[in-house]
């Protein structure tokens, strides 16, 4: 045992010596491998980054070979064919691919609910950190959520490119008010104020208070209705954005829920529909959903960044219809008590402002004071408008309420799904409802309402509500449901959010996509309208241009110096032919030429004769524009009653002398001899 000893403390150097290397080799292999994991990381993370922008570039390359295929011949006949439609399809899931991709390995994404930061291990988890980690992946969930958006209305910029439709009656009024108000503000802007305050009369003026500065766009591009389409499909844009970020608020941690719900209220027939056409709906929209994402934020915001957005949001709905309160003043109410609420808590440190926010509350201010003013100056006309709208058989029929309520349901339906989808979100909103009541019979203890709850039935009674009023009135307007967008959303998102299971997850993704594809199939012209099951607003994209060219040769042979200032008369109200639509292509030649004629009809759904004829002779008309008798429908609808018994008496009336107008869609002009010479 001592020899043993002895011989271990003289060889203990030596064997230490010969130990050192055996200890440097796994240390150094453990060294090795991790620099190469960390290379490997390295090179998977570039390679899905490569991945991802050379996925965006093939898919924005797709979208715009599938625009523009008729200029590179991919098309082959004329109209949106199946190929230029499989070309845009394929571009948009490229995008939307990009958008969603995962990055590095983890479940956060561009598109990820959480916006936790990634944290490095070998450091503190300091807060400057923290927080630069949550601006962070909040500008790569914005910037996902954009491009999400985006390629959502994409289709819709398709759509707009490639119309050559005449724009009828509502929209042409609100084409020609924009215009105008463009054309004022570049050559006589003194007269722009007063005819910011004035415009329309009848309805609020928002959509031409902001789509004039959508014009010049549309000259660069070479069409004035592109230009204000674009602005509609920028409204909506932010509509989905603002969806989505409602989504992000109320659901549970699940990235699909937000997705989900924001994929159903693109593909909702209605909001396709009315995306290109230039009604108000869209902006009307937009602010109802201002007014939810205000609600479900406002449990994280302060008093004053509440009130400043509600102010905005308050002149922003104001401005675009008088019936939003319809659809909005639920959250708006839920906002106004969280900031109470803080207020109340703490009054000294909740009202505290910056400069900045005290700049954003007399932003908001002014532009709610510019609504007032409107209001103010337009109150009588506007009223009138809105009860003679309410009440008058031209826009519907009486009924019993139940019968209307079954008309409004059903036209809910029709105008937010296809055909079978609305039975799987019937369901899961009833299996949702029934697990959330069995949930509350089983906890005894008063809980207090959160914000999710609070969002979820303000939107369930804004549905409700709309229903019931709708029912109550003569109107029979569907277009009027698309400001319940983001109500439906939102109580489809919460159901949705109930049940985390991601192959129900997938299975809705699957449904939304199918109603996207389909939808916008059926807008572009590949698969025929199904008139029976979706909203009568969705219609098929219009390629043959003769009526728009017959519109632009009208409107250059009777608005000319000799007519400068003088009324002509159209006498017939069809959707392309009619005043509104002439103001609109006189109101854009105004732009080139600076001539300025007025356009009227024999009266709004006329049936007195005599009085029509009267009106055309005080007015001193100096062109007289109709259809060819054949041609007229007949017996004519409400608003023609008076076209033929009119274009009668111009022709047996010696002031009158029809112009040598050849028109293969029968159109008739009159000149007045006698107010010509004048």
Known sequence: MRIAKRLRGRYDHLLGAFSLPLAVVPVSWSAASQTASRKRQVIVKASKSALVTGTCVVGSALVALGIFADAVGVGGAPGFGWK????????????????????????????????KPDTDRRSPDTSENHSEGLRSGFRRSSLGA?????????????????????????????????????????????????AMLHAFGLKPPGIAWVGQFFVPLGQALGSIEFGLLLFVIVTQWVTLLLIYRVGEELSRGCRFVPFVGTALAAAAPLFVGLSYQYFAEALQTLAVTYFFWLAARASKLGPWRIVSHGILATALAMLAKASSPLYCFLPGLIAVGYAVRRVAANPRRALKINWRQCAFVVAAVGLLALALTWYTINWEPMLKHVRFSSTSLHYGRRDLFFNKLIYWGTALLRAFFMKGAYWVVGCLVLAAFLSWCIRRLRVKSQLAPTPAFLVTFAGAAHVALALTVFSLNVNE???????????????????????????????????AAMQFCYVHAQALGVFPVDRAHVSRWLRPVTREAEKKAELTRLVRLTCTEATKYRYCMCGVDYSWLNH??????MRKRRLETGLLTYYTSVGYAATDEDKAWQRLNDLEIVYFISVREKMQGRPPNTLNQLSIPILRRIRQDERFVREPYDSRLGVLVYRNAKEMVQ
């Open 84 to 115: 230029q439609f499989l070309l845009v399809i394929a571009g948009a899931l490229a995008l939307l691919f990009a958008a969603t991709w995962p990055r590095a390995g983890k479940r956060q994404g561009l598109l990820a609910l959480s916006r």
């Open 146 to 194: 954009g491009v999400l958006c985006f390629g959502l209305v994409l289709p819709s910029v398709c759509w707009a490119a490639m119309d050559r439709a005449v724009w009828p009656w509502d929209q042409a009024w609100y084409g020609e008010v924009s215009v105008e108000l463009w054309y004022l503000l570049t050559h006589e802007v003194a007269a722009w104020p007063w």
């Open 477 to 511: 307007y569907t277009r009027y449901l698309m400001p319940l967008t983001p109500s439906v959303a939102i109580v489809a998102m919460v159901a949705i959010s109930a049940f985390p299971y991601k192959l129900l997850h997938g299975g809705l993704v699957a449904l």
């Open 580 to 585: 509104n639509s002439l103001s609109f292509y």
